[in-house]
């Protein structure tokens, strides 16, 4: 079973935006403070599915 996520709603919005104005998710989770694997996780869903 696949565990929950850790950000919430608003966080993976923040996130995305960050991806499309092309913020690395090192630095996007540095910017909003959240888990570096966390933001890697949605980064790589971002980049298969968009």
Do not use: D, P
Not at 10 to 33: D, P
């Amino acid at each position: 079973m696949r565990a929950r996520s850790s950000l919430s709603e608003h966080q993976r919005e923040q996130l995305v935006e960050l991806f499309e104005q092309g913020m690395g998710y090192t630095a996007a989770a540095n910017a909003l403070g959240v888990s570096k694997y966390a933001a890697r996780m949605l980064c790589r869903r971002f980049k298969l599915h968009g």
